[in-house]
């Protein structure tokens, strides 16, 4: 992944309409802003906040040659790379979560050559997104020399210091054609609100060219401006809006549904015991299958969301 | 996330009593902490030697988790599945995004890491991302998460199961530094602080020669000897004439860690 020139990020920037308009649109909409070969950054961490809705739809539009980064990749990266959206993931950890053990599907891609994930240093992931976010090329920082990784990656440089001559380690900028970020709430511009863990998608949302929101519902532009100091992205900086309830699940969305464990549990089984047979019979199931996405929650099931809501709720809980 | 799954074997140590492998793994790592550190904490046997080290000589100390979280407080009977969910924010002063938490390191403030790895070798050094040619790997890990930015730029302790197939002679792959090839080629490297102060194993506390790096038998857990610490390791070993043994857990430090988990998730 090359650096994209300055000249080139200004001008996309400068094209893009950043008046306070509606754009609220489907799902299915949102995935024609997506072009095949896009590097498309996924908000969220792990099973958090992740914008599952919207990998649900570029799955559905059969996308193709997708670059996913994001800062640490769960069982969304085996869907995609199953699915076959992208064989190139930039994370810094790539399973389903600790509690399930090593990825088959990661292995059984990554082993064979069929698809990449190339490792970076969590530090380094989001260093490289706030250097996109910041219009420089590239950051400085102190982790990863003296380690095999360094040598793995596209693109990082030692320096010396043209101030103090001490060694530092350059990691380039990314800013991502897209970026998927899911948010609890929204108005009909973009003005996002984001409650709890942020990860790295601040500095996603602005390093990127277009910004495809999902939320969990939309509110209105008073609301948003009643309590300023709670919105986290501008709606300058995005292209899209989506309701999207539920739009993390089987994963968390924070404050509102924990992770739907048994979903993820049934999953991790399919994957172990029946591999990519069991994932692809997954995505008929619960990818192809759906009519649309209400039809998806259905099929996960009112007793699990349930369970997860009630779960997630609790963190408002003294 | 630092990467725990290499102490998910569920093999029991031959040093099983009234306890667990796991258990005095946590036991041992919360003695290595003082009062008011600041300690990068995974999930799982890290956690808790953190959460036992507050009860116990440590209250002072701050917990962060790499999903951003500073100061949590871990309620007993809910500890959490990962590092970046939303029960690791419960009682937390304060969440920022993972960026800056990550920074914290690089700024200075925190002064222990907690690692795991699937591998280590004689400087310290931990793979968690390729076993094999990683050109060619036999298995595929899930990499380094933040522990390549914890083993550079922190103190580590690195907790993990004692056996010759995870203590090698060269790891496969450095995914975290510890000393490198000894000496000062950590420094030479462009990393001047940190290292790898303690590796706590269900056999024995280990930790490195000043000046060599190489690492060295500090003391034996209870009922081990130094011969079965050699035998569980695939590189020479320095072990001291005389070397001591390790106080086994107390009953007051195993209440503790039933308490926070009841269910035994992490110390079965």
Redesign the interface.
Known sequence: MTVVPYAQLRERTRQRDCSLHEKVISLEEAANIVNDGDHVAVGGCTVSRTPIAMIWALVRARKQGLTLSRSITSNEGDIAYVSGISDHIMTSWFSQGIVWGISKMMRAYTETGRARFEEWSHMAMGLRYRAGAMGVPFMPMRAMMGSDIVGLVDNAQEMECPFTGERLLLVPALNPDVALIHVQRCDRYGNAQIDGLQFMDLDIAMAANKVILTTERIVSNEQIRRAPDHTKIPFFAVEAVVEAPYGCAPHECYGTYEPFFEHMDMYAQISATKGEEGVKEYLDEFYYGPKNWTEYLERVGLQEMLDATRRGRSVYDD | ?T???AN?STDNSPTQRDYTASQLLAVSASRVLEEGQIVFAG??ITLLAATLAQRTHAPGLTILF????IGPFIVPGELP??T???????RANM?????DV??L??RGYVDIGFMGGAQIDRYGNLNS?FIGD?EN?????????????IA??SEIIVAMKHQKRRFVEKVD?????GF?SGGS??AD???PFGGVKKVVTDLAILGFDEKTRQMRVDALQPGVTAEEVQDNTAFDLIVPEGVKVAPPPTEKELAILSDLDPERLYTA
Do not use: Y
Not at chain 2, 84 to 90: D, G, K, L, M, V
Not at chain 2, 173 to 177: D, H, L, Q, W
């Open positions: 996330m990467t725990d799954l998910r999930i799982g790499e999903g951003g979280v599945p990962s970046n969910e939303q029960r690791c924010t419960r969440l920022v995004p993972i960026t990550l920074l390191l690089q991302s990683p790997p036999k298995t595929r890990l899930p990499g380094t998460g933040g522990g390549n930015d550079s730029l792959f450095v995914t975290s530094p490198l080629s950590r490297s462009g990393l």
